[in-house]
């Protein structure tokens, strides 16, 4: 059938809106980002010793009462690494399924590969216990900021008053220890400016309750990491156990959400926030960008690429470089952005506002003047100081990641030879007689990947020279003006080690011959030890002379804002506020939720392939399961690394989802929020209970988080 000529109009007219409205709405999202800093660039990490009562109800018209503020922090917990919470008066948690795949492993009985297949314990008794997890409670908070001011300002020198603080923090924990019978630490807020005792109740009979297949857990893969829309099922649950090996009966839980979390809605995340930067001051924060950002993103990016090449070079050992590349990945992302958002101009234009404003504050006051005025440039001297030492110290200690097998047989053969040097009876029994001949014969490794170690030298070599220059006599000695892979195959050419042989005759030499060796891997760790020893000598000084000037930062950081705005985090319990809310994605606006079809839809536009293939129950859902139930969802919540398997609750305290991820734009809040395109991205509570009702027959977790009652 035609379309008439007055509907082709009419869609042509309705087309061109839609486009027009489109691009007007991409050009609203893309604009510059606003270089007048905004006191929320800190962020909204919120500490429960400081809980924002009247911000809240000024944001969202919601008046929380401290009761409120202290049956959410014992909701919450804290497990290695990440966040966990209590979702049943029976001890029943929830986490993220990635952090709690060790434990997994821990479990497993043999023959089992419980990655694969996924765990449900049917019953109490087969609840399985996890020999290394614990649980940690926040029951204790204690301000001690007097106490450790007193002692740092009671010391002569910059170097007495980090000795004398760090002594009365010990003294401080310890007595916390030893009168509480709590797991006790100082926790240190605002760079300094306030302390405070965190007590935790430790439970350490943590059973694996439900774990679904890694597959659907983390599908997508490397490759949807720090990205959204995403489709995770990434949760897992476990139940904590009393002294007498029964369920912890426990009155601070969160209630299970039916409807999970709606559109323009007030959210909460309540976690363990691992580290922000967002304090620093802009000098540092250019050394970030200079010297250490700059030097893990350039190998980690390096190596990360190459994996890629090698795959299509060695299809052979594809999959082998795959999880190298998985392995890493996480790490790489976080890099790679965190130093592309150091390099972004309008980010550091809003950190260089904030500081000015800062120190006119400062100036503006006479007293303030004088007890803080010289902090910024004191610590501009420092990190100038940092960077002439630091980048040797890279150059010459380099990184685990990309150390070659080359250069551990070097640092072996050294100390084979050194160890040779000393008095006979201060030689290990192996190094005497007919024995040496044996360490010699059995020497060299029975296997090098030569591959791989090519191309982790290349990078590194690229590497060192970035750090030193060009013209740095080092640099010359060894490559001269070759770079990458030529530079690599210069250096081995050049090196004995490259044989078993060769380096069996090298050992026979005499000690001092062997350490005088020209082979330039030897050379390489000979020629910069001492100097690399030192280095890190005065690095040390350097850091702790600017750890009391940032401690003054943080005084002066209290005193301007006080808790009005919250501290950097520290892995310790933080609340933080938000809103289910779309943002600009690829030319157009994301979509708040996704929902299942959203996940088979990519399972078969991918055609089934690795990382967006599913587990075999998944392949063929149940009739009943339903397909629109938000899946994923995301939120203007500031969270970072350890908030991973934060609860996300509403103002009734019900659990609407479990934060696991962000996208790659909250990636540099690292140094400063920006909830215009910063989004958490969390598994929706709807999902949960769907795929444990229809998929996965887990009736008797179903009633628990429906009822609160324990089956057994």
């Given at each position: 059938?035609?379309?008439?000529?007055?509907?082709k109009?009419?869609l042509?007219?309705?087309?061109?809106?839609?486009i027009?409205?489109?691009?007007?709405?991409?050009?609203?999202?893309?604009?510059?980002l606003?270089?007048q800093?905004?006191?929320?660039?800190i962020?909204?990490?919120?500490?429960?010793?400081?809980?924002?009562?009247?911000?809240?109800?000024?944001k969202?018209?919601?008046e929380?009462s401290?009761?409120?503020?202290?049956?959410?922090?014992?909701?919450?917990?804290?497990?290695p690494?990440?966040?966990?919470?209590?979702?049943?008066?029976n001890?029943?948690?929830?986490?993220?399924?990635?952090?709690?795949?060790?434990?997994?492993?821990?479990?497993e009985?043999?023959?089992e590969?419980?990655?694969?297949?996924?765990?449900?314990?049917?019953?109490?008794?087969d609840e399985?216990?996890?020999?290394f997890?614990?649980?940690?409670?926040?029951?204790l908070?204690?301000?001690?900021?007097?106490?450790?001011?007193?002692?740092f300002?009671?010391?002569?020198?910059?170097?007495?008053?980090?000795?004398l603080?760090?002594?009365?923090?010990?003294?401080?924990?310890?007595?916390?220890?030893?009168?509480?019978?709590?797991k006790?630490?100082?926790?240190?807020?605002?760079?300094?400016?306030?302390?405070?005792?965190?007590g935790?109740?430790?439970?350490?009979?943590?059973?694996?309750?439900?774990?679904?297949?890694?597959?659907?857990?983390a599908?997508?893969?490397?490759?949807?990491?720090?990205?959204?829309?995403?489709?995770?099922?990434?949760?897992?649950?476990?139940?904590?156990?009393?002294?007498?090996?029964?369920?912890?009966?426990?009155?601070?839980?969160?209630?299970?959400?039916k409807?999970?979390?709606?559109?323009?809605?007030?959210?909460?995340?309540?976690?363990?926030p691992?580290?922000?930067?967002?304090?620093?001051t802009?000098?540092?924060?250019?050394y970030?960008?200079?010297?250490?950002?700059?030097?893990?993103?350039?190998?980690?990016?390096?190596?990360y690429?190459?994996?890629?090449?090698?795959?299509?070079?060695?299809?052979e050992?594809?999959?082998?470089?795959?999880?190298i590349?998985?392995?890493?990945?996480?790490?790489?992302?976080?890099?790679?952005?965190?130093?592309?958002g150091?390099?972004?101009?309008?980010?550091?234009?809003?950190k260089?506002?904030?500081?000015?404003?800062?120190?006119?504050?400062?100036?503006?006051?006479?007293?303030?003047?004088?007890?803080?005025?010289?902090?910024?440039e004191?610590?501009?001297?420092?990190?100038?100081?940092?960077?002439?030492?630091?980048?040797?110290?890279?150059?010459y200690?380099?990184s685990?990641?990309i150390?070659?097998?080359?250069?551990?047989l070097a640092?072996?053969?050294?100390?084979?030879?050194?160890?040779?040097?000393?008095?006979?009876?201060?030689?290990?029994?192996i190094?005497?007689?007919?024995?040496l001949d044996?360490?010699?014969?059995?020497?060299?490794?029975?296997?090098?990947?030569?591959?791989?170690?090519?191309?982790?030298?290349?990078?590194y070599?690229?590497?060192?020279?970035?750090?030193?220059?060009?013209?740095?006599?080092?640099?010359?000695?060894?490559?001269?003006?070759?770079?990458?892979e030529?530079?690599?195959?210069?250096?081995l050419?050049?090196?004995?080690?490259?044989?078993?042989?060769?380096?069996?005759?090298?050992?026979?030499?005499?000690?001092?011959?062997?350490?005088?060796?020209?082979?330039?891997?030897?050379?390489?760790?000979?020629?910069?030890r001492?100097?690399?020893k030192?280095?890190?000598?005065?690095?040390k000084?350097?850091n702790?002379?600017?750890?009391?000037?940032?401690?003054?930062?943080?005084?002066?950081i209290?005193?301007?804002?006080?808790?009005?705005?919250?501290?950097?985090?520290?892995f310790?319990?933080r609340?933080?506020?938000?809103?289910?809310?779309?943002?600009?994605?690829?030319g157009?606006?994301?979509?708040?939720?996704?929902?299942?079809?959203?996940?088979?839809?990519?399972?078969?536009?991918?055609?089934?392939?690795?990382?967006?293939?599913?587990?075999?129950?998944?392949?063929?859902?149940?009739?009943?399961?339903d397909?629109s139930?938000p899946?994923?969802?995301?939120?203007?919540?500031?969270?970072?690394?350890?908030n991973?398997?934060?609860?996300?609750?509403?103002?009734?305290?019900?659990?609407?989802?479990?934060?696991?991820?962000?996208?790659?734009?909250?990636?540099?809040?690292?140094?400063i929020?920006?909830?215009?395109?910063?989004?958490?991205?969390?598994?929706a509570?709807?999902?949960?209970?769907?795929?444990l009702?229809?998929?996965?027959g887990a009736?008797?977790?179903?009633?628990?988080l429906?009822?609160?009652?324990?089956?057994?």
């Open positions: 059938m035609e379309i008439s000529s007055i509907k109009v009419k042509l007219t309705l087309l061109i809106l839609t027009s409205f489109s691009l007007m709405s991409a050009q609203d999202f893309d604009e510059p606003n270089p800093s905004d006191k929320f660039d962020g909204k990490m919120w500490t429960f010793d400081f809980p924002p009562v009247q911000y809240l109800k000024d969202y018209g919601i929380f401290g009761d409120w503020f202290e049956d959410v922090r014992l909701s919450a917990l804290r497990i690494g990440c966040t966990a919470s209590f979702i049943s008066p001890g029943l948690i929830l986490t993220n399924n990635h952090c709690a795949v060790w434990h997994r492993r821990t479990v009985k043999e023959g590969d419980l990655a694969k297949t996924g765990f449900y314990a049917e019953t109490l008794e399985r216990q996890a020999p997890m614990y649980v940690e409670q926040l029951v908070i204690e301000d001690v900021t007097d106490s450790v001011e007193s002692a300002n009671s010391g002569a020198t910059e170097e007495e008053k980090i000795k603080r760090n002594e009365k923090i010990e003294a401080l924990v310890d007595s916390f220890n030893a009168r509480t019978g709590l006790c630490q100082i926790v240190k807020f605002y760079n300094g400016g306030k302390w405070a005792i965190y935790y109740k430790r439970y350490n009979d943590v059973r694996l309750v439900f774990e679904p297949e890694q597959r659907i857990a599908f997508g893969g490397d490759f949807d990491n720090f990205t959204y829309p995403r489709y995770d099922l990434d949760f897992t649950l476990f139940r904590v156990y009393d002294d007498d090996g029964k369920p912890l009966n426990t009155k601070n839980y969160f209630k299970w959400s409807d999970g979390a709606k559109e323009g809605e007030p959210i909460f995340t309540v976690g363990n691992g580290r922000t930067n967002r304090l620093k802009v000098a540092q924060l250019e970030f960008r200079d010297v250490s950002y700059r030097n893990r993103a350039f190998l980690l990016d390096n190596y690429n190459k994996l890629e090449e090698l795959k299509t070079k060695y299809p050992r594809a999959e082998e470089f795959e999880k590349r998985t392995r890493i990945g996480n790490a790489q992302k976080v890099f790679h952005y965190a130093y592309k150091l390099k972004n101009p309008q980010i550091m234009a809003r260089k506002d904030f500081e000015n404003k800062l120190k006119q504050a400062v100036f503006a006051d006479s007293n303030l003047k004088k007890n803080y005025g010289h902090i910024w004191a610590i501009e001297r420092t990190r100038n100081e940092l960077r002439e030492y630091d980048t040797k110290i890279a150059a200690r380099g685990r990641l150390r070659d097998d080359y250069f551990s640092k072996k053969i050294i100390a084979f030879a050194e160890n040779l040097q000393l008095p006979d009876s201060e030689k290990a029994d190094y005497k007689g007919a024995k044996s360490v010699i014969s059995n020497f060299y490794p029975g296997y090098i990947d030569t591959v791989l170690s090519k191309v982790k030298l290349a990078i070599l690229d590497f060192m020279r970035m750090n030193l220059g060009d013209n740095d006599t080092l640099v010359q000695k060894l490559i001269g003006n070759k770079k990458g030529e530079a690599a195959e210069f250096m050419g050049k090196s004995v080690l490259t044989s078993k042989e060769k380096t069996e005759e090298l050992l026979r030499k005499p000690p001092a011959e062997i350490l005088a060796s020209s082979d330039p891997f030897i050379y390489f760790i000979m020629s910069t001492d100097e690399l030192e280095l890190l000598k005065l690095s000084e350097v702790d002379t600017e750890d009391a000037y940032e401690n003054l930062l943080g005084r002066v209290y005193e301007i804002y006080g808790t009005s705005i919250p501290p950097d985090a520290t310790t319990l609340i933080s506020d938000g809103v289910v809310k779309t943002f600009p994605y690829n157009t606006k994301a979509i708040v939720k996704t929902t299942f079809y959203g996940m088979y839809d990519r399972y078969y536009g991918n055609d089934k392939q690795y990382p967006w293939d599913l587990p075999e129950r998944w392949q063929s859902p149940p009739e009943d399961l397909l139930t899946y994923n969802f995301i939120g203007t919540n500031d969270i970072v690394g350890g991973s398997g934060s609860p996300v609750i509403n103002k009734n305290k019900e659990i609407v989802g479990v934060a696991f991820d962000g996208n790659v734009q909250s990636i540099v809040g690292d140094f929020y920006i909830p215009a395109n910063n989004r958490m991205v969390a598994v509570s709807q999902a949960i209970m769907e795929v009702d229809k998929v996965y009736e008797r977790i179903v009633n628990e429906k009822t609160g009652e324990l089956d057994d």
